[in-house]
């Protein structure tokens, strides 16, 4: 049986009802414009280097910076950047985001070094509920990661493995307590960590 172009383009359109509309470079490399230095107790030192990435050095727990910029969405976007572990043994790059009203932070290799999750859904952090999933990540290996906000799921791919796809609309979505909440409406972290952060890009959809 013959399928047609046109019939491709259709299928496809209900398959991926999310059309890209706009993209914003929030982090160039180049300075920290729009971004703060989270003030957690013990942090480490946070500077760039010459090559567009932001170094997130090993400090006594939290690590991070978050956005200062203008009003970022709240649902209905994507967010890509790079991340780079290059000491520790716990979450690198973890990404603090909005959804809806609240914030929520995906953890990337925490844990002891291989956790992926979401905090917090229904109230159960990354490790206890079921966006939690394994990934071994290199030491002073680049990643590709790619997070996906919409109002019925979070999706969360490295290197275009897609690890976390998880059905959120109608439930809990709200932050860990404690120093974390700190990176609110968006920030990266690392946790007894020495990791570096490029290319970062927001993309809003539209339906």
């Known amino acids: ?16 009802p999310l059309f890209a509309t706009a993209s914003q470079v929030l982090f160039d490399g180049h300075s ?3 971004w703060e230095i989270t003030d957690y107790a013990g942090r480490g030192e946070v500077s760039l280097d010459k090559n567009g990435s ?4 090993f400090g006594i727990a939290l690590t991070g ?13 994507e967010i890509q950047w790079e991340a780079k572990k290059e000491m520790g043994s716990d979450f690198f790059g973890s990404l603090t985001f ?4 609240n914030h929520a932070t995906l953890i990337l290799g925490g844990w002891g ?51 976390i796809d998880c059905e959120v609309e109608g439930r809990e ?12 409406p968006l920030g990266f972290s690392t ?15 539209t339906k």
């Open 191 to 205: 946790y007894d960590t020495t990791a570096l952060i490029r290319r970062v890009v927001l993309t809003k959809f």
């Open 98 to 101: 909005p959804y809806q009203e």
């Open 113 to 163: 070094g291989a956790l992926v999750g979401i905090s917090c859904i229904d109230g159960f952090d990354a490790s206890e509920n079921e966006s939690a999933t394994a990934h071994f990540f290199r030491l002073n290996q680049w990643y590709s990661c790619r997070l996906q906000v919409t109002e019925s799921h979070l999706k969360f791919w490295v290197d275009e493995e897609k690890l």
């Open 173 to 184: 979505i709200a932050m860990r307590s404690g120093e974390i909440e700190m990176s609110t």
């Open 54 to 57: 932001v170094i997130l050095e």
């Open 1 to 16: 049986m013959k399928i047609s172009l046109l019939s491709v383009l259709i299928i496809g359109l209900f398959l991926n």
């Open 65 to 77: 910076i978050h956005w200062i910029g203008n009003d970022l969405p709240k649902v209905n976007y």
């Open 32 to 34: 920290l414009k729009n």
